[in-house]
């Protein structure tokens, strides 16, 4: 069967005006919050500046996928730190051997501690375990270029299913990016990002930085009471990865490349009943391509 990227690529070769399409991750739940496996492509309805757009690819399944762990290394993040890596190793149950799985750590740096053989990738979960715990807690918060770092390594995937969990215990007081840059980024891709806010000396900041940054991409913020309940919610988020719903759309042909455009999706069920959708919010119109 061909992936989701190889679907593109042909599809791509066949548009005739603009030769991109827009991929949206999506969440299904019904009205008790459970998420909903099993619906067709024609349950969905894409709008784009509040117009509809036929879908033109549309994926579901369990498949492998590119995940990015950004992980503060700050001072305020001593004391979490050990957790975290316990909590890293033990949700290794969730992944998969095909994983593409990666690490970023940050304080006012950043640094990728994968990579030393050449890999951008491990797919062992307790390789990821050891490079977080090999990184010492110092300094201050680069949140938000870690997180374009990320995206970039992100890029470098092949799987399908690409995503960011973000684990930081505030918001961000060293980057030389902006949030608007970040914003911008992440919604030229296709990546969505989860975060998990733990409890620290700036966690008055926490909620609203991370609940921004996951509102803004289709994800979710959670946070814990204690680094205990880290392991369950990476295999939580895990799980979901494995069952969202992936729709393709090609951008209205007038749309200029670089232009902000907003996405609604809506599902409806088999037997009508009421369906949440959880998608990103917009993106970025794609350049055309330049061949």
């Known amino acids: 069967m061909l992936s ?5 690529a042909v599809l791509q070769a066949t548009l005739s005006v603009r030769t991109v399409l827009v991929a949206v991750p999506v969440t299904v739940t019904d009205a008790r919050g459970q998420r909903v496996i099993g619906l067709a492509q024609d349950s969905f309805r894409v709008l784009e500046d509040g117009r509809p757009r036929p879908v033109t690819l ?10 990015g762990l950004v992980i503060d290394h700050s001072q305020s993040m001593r ?19 095909g994983d593409e799985l990666f690490v970023v750590g940050f304080n006012e740096h950043v640094s990728r501690p994968l990579g030393a053989d050449g890999q951008p990738f491990t797919h062992d979960a307790r390789v990821l375990a050891a490079a977080v715990g090999a990184i010492p807690a110092r ?33 961000d007081n060293a980057s030389v990016h902006g949030y608007a840059d970040l914003r911008a980024m992440a ?12 409890r620290g000396a700036s966690a008055e ?63 409806s069920a ?19 391509d330049q061949r």
């Open 205 to 267: 900041q926490a909620p609203r930085v991370l609940r921004r940054l996951a509102t803004d991409t289709g994800g979710v913020a959670y946070f814990p009471s204690s680094t205990d309940e880290v392991a369950e919610v990476l295999t939580q988020i895990v799980r979901e990865l494995r069952e969202q719903y992936t729709l393709g759309f090609a951008p209205e042909p007038q749309s200029p490349p670089g232009a902000f455009r907003t996405i609604a999706v809506t599902a």
């Open 58 to 67: 549309f994926h579901h399944g369990d498949g492998p996928i590119t995940l």
């Open 79 to 97: 004391g979490h730190l050990p957790g975290v890596t316990a909590a890293v190793r033990a949700f290794s149950s969730a992944t998969y051997p």
């Open 270 to 288: 088999p037997g009508g009943g009421p369906l949440r959708v959880r998608a990103r919010a917009g993106y970025v119109v794609p350049l055309e």
């Open 139 to 171: 300094g201050r918060t680069a949140l938000y270029d870690a997180v374009i770092a990320g995206l970039e390594q992100l890029a470098q995937g092949r799987w399908d299913t690409r995503t960011l969990i973000v684990v930081s215990d505030g918001g």
């Open 4 to 8: 989701l990227f190889a679907l593109v």
């Open 187 to 198: 919604w030229q891709s296709q990546a969505v990002i989860y975060t998990i806010g733990l």
